[in-house]
């Protein structure tokens, strides 16, 4: 959307810059959100290990299915393909395209598996707050991505009024597109107040983080659509077909989550 700026002979992207802002936001947020809260219980450098946790994982779940959603690709469209440890490990450090849905998938997978290892529901107690921080970052992620202009963030031609072009952007186009990462900021936008209301008044702890990791999903699934990405299997795209794993995985948190702890 946006050329990127040039500092000291070397380019930075408007989405390294909302970047390394949303990080600042979201740590601050974590640590500060107080109205409400069910995590007192937990230590500083508890919250912090929790926050740094969520942003590693961020990380390595939307470079690696980046990653992973290229090889598929290469296999549906009947390439020859050569796979090793280290050929994906300089896929890794190459790597300029994330995805945001391996994200997901990693924050719920993982929120799946330590919800079986601790029976005392202690993970209850930060799943909303960390979740609404999630979704927050989103929000500012979004609008990085709409000025820099990432391929496979933007949608198809439109002819509709609010169309945008991305002449500038990792995947220049000169025709008006869905601004789908506009899109994908207002709906966040909505559900983080939704989310706040719900962590302060739910009468049970989860409930908050539980509705955005379903939300989000839902939202994400209809809206790839009208993306760019590639159809992986059955006219859906990889992010479609993941999505849908990071609600069936989100029905089981919701059981476990209505089920009595285990003291």
């Known amino acids: 959307m946006l050329p990127r700026i040039e500092f000291l002979g070397k ?20 640590q500060n959100y107080k109205k409400g809260s069910t995590y007192s219980n937990f230590s500083f450098f508890e919250r912090n ?19 992973f959603e290229r090889y598929l690709i290469k296999l549906t469209r009947g390439y020859q393909l050569e796979v090793s440890l280290g050929n994906f490990a300089q896929d890794v450090a190459n790597s300029s395209t994330g995805r945001w849905f391996g994200s997901i998938f990693l924050y719920a997978f993982g929120i799946l598996l330590y919800a079986l290892w601790d029976r005392k529901r202690r993970y209850i107690q930060i799943l909303d707050l960390t979740l609404i921080t999630i979704c927050l970052g989103v929000i500012f992620g979004k609008i990085g991505c709409f000025l820099d202009g990432h391929y496979g963030c933007y949608g198809i031609p439109t002819e509709l009024p609010w169309g945008v072009t991305f002449p500038y952007g990792t995947g220049a186009t000169l025709l008006p597109v869905h601004p789908v990462q506009i899109y994908d900021a207002i709906f966040h936008s909505l559900l983080f107040i939704i989310l706040l209301r719900m962590q302060t008044k739910s009468s049970i702890a989860g409930m908050a983080g539980i509705t955005f990791l379903f939300s989000t999903s839902f939202y994400n ?43």
């Open 11 to 30: 380019d930075i992207s408007w989405y390294g810059i909302l970047l390394v802002f949303t990080i600042v936001l979201v740590v601050v947020f974590f």
């Open 221 to 263: 699934i209809l809206i790839e659509f009208i993306r760019t990405n590639k159809v992986i299997f059955g006219g859906l795209t990889f992010a479609q077909l993941t999505y849908i794993v990071v609600i069936l995985i989100t029905l089981a948190l919701f059981l476990m989550i209505r089920r009595p702890s285990t003291a």
């Open 49 to 67: 290990t929790v926050i740094f946790l969520f942003l590693l994982t961020g990380y390595l779940g939307s470079v690696s299915f980046g990653i």
